[in-house]
């Protein structure tokens, strides 16, 4: 299977605009997060629009990892599977550095906002599977796991 061909391509980029999407719905007009911006509003999507083409990245490697391939081959499994764990990991980063609790942010406030990120990278993951189950590329079948 060619991992870096049309589909992982794709895949990539459609759901980090996606993702990229999610997230300026999220934080920018419901919780209005960008208000409290202290510098240039563009700058801030320039890095976010760069942080989320390296997250699908990440996400759409993980959906090859054949740890999966234990849980289930079929595309629109796997891909929110991969992206739960990628919002996953990517908020516990978040939180290492400090971006969320640097608010003051309480429990409940935490515990939804990686609600909110899983949810998120659950929805590039959902892209991310659309992807692979739609589009052909030519080449061999992935190889298949048996089950004893």
Partial sequence: ???YGKRFMIAW???AVVMF??????HGVVLNDYARISYPRGIFLIAAA?????????LTRLYHIR???KISFHPLVRGPLAG?????????MAIVVG?????????QYMLFDVIWQVIEQSIGGL????????????GPAPERVKND
């Avoid at 892209?127 to 030519?138: M, N, Q, R, S």
């Fill in 13 to 15: 980029i459609t759901s």
């Fill in 67 to 69: 740890l999966l391939d």
């Fill in 50 to 58: 760069c942080v989320y083409l390296f997250m699908a990245f990440l």
């Fill in 99 to 107: 971006v969320t609790a640097s608010y003051g942010a309480d429990f």
């Fill in 84 to 92: 739960a764990v990628t919002g996953l990991m990517v908020y516990m």
């Fill in 21 to 26: 999407g999610c997230s300026y719905l999220w």
């Fill in 1 to 3: 299977m060619q991992i």
């Fill in 127 to 138: 892209v991310t599977g659309l992807v692979f189950f739609f589009i052909y590329e030519a």
